[in-house]
């Protein structure tokens, strides 16, 4: 089941950038893509796809049941997450917004386990809604680890792919701009073109 939502994710964009395996909340930042030709690609398009995407990073077990209003939040955190990735990069400071859509995705959990009363069988505790408490929970996580890479020593290693039209951030390792071979070799394709056409 899983190879082949793999196989799925492979041919809608490039490998995983430097530094996505070590910070999920980079591949969060980096679930949107913006491919060559005008294309985009969303990992987490559909409520399924969010939910393998959460799967297979270990934020959320098999079987959630994601709702789309959980794909949305997600969706929203990941703008949040991008918005403050590019005022790092850009050395500018950050939006409010994004600030405080980390900071409220990071404090609402845990989700506390309410007290409620039955009628025959008296008091009892329970979540207010499982999924909801996953999402919550796999919000969190993502949120502490955006806080965590901006304000780690990775932060001044992080970079935006310098290969149009890609859209994707890296942490970068050495002098290397792009956030995958492919992206390298269309930077190179593109400025031999350049150079071809300012010769012609
Ligand atoms: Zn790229």
Not at 128 to 140: K, N
Not at 174 to 193: I, N, V
Request: glycine residues 4%; hydrophobic residues 40%.
């Amino acid at each position: 089941m899983r190879s082949m939502e793999e196989s799925v994710i492979e041919e809608a964009g490039p490998p995983p950038a430097p530094g996505e395996a070590e910070h999920p909340a980079l591949a969060l930042a980096n679930s949107a893509l913006a491919l060559p030709g005008g294309h985009t690609a969303d990992l987490l398009g559909t409520p399924a796809q969010a939910e393998q995407w959460l799967v297979q990073r270990d934020l959320a077990p098999e079987g959630t049941g994601l709702a789309e209003v959980c794909a949305t939040q997600l969706r929203s955190l990941r703008e949040q997450v991008r918005s403050l990735l590019a005022s790092r990069v850009a050395d500018q400071p950050a939006l409010p917004a994004a600030l405080t859509a980390i900071n409220d995705a990071m404090t609402r959990v845990p989700t506390a386990s309410l007290l409620l009363w039955d009628e025959k069988t008296g008091p009892y505790r329970a979540t207010p809604h499982p999924t909801t408490a996953i999402v919550e929970h796999a919000l969190a996580t993502l949120a502490a680890d955006a806080a965590d890479l901006l304000t780690s020593p990775d932060a001044t290693r992080l970079a935006a792919c310098a290969s149009p039209p890609c859209n994707r951030f890296l942490a970068r390792h050495g002098r290397r701009q792009w956030c995958s071979t492919r992206c390298g070799d269309r930077a190179r394709a593109a400025r031999a073109y350049a150079r071809r056409n300012a010769t012609d």
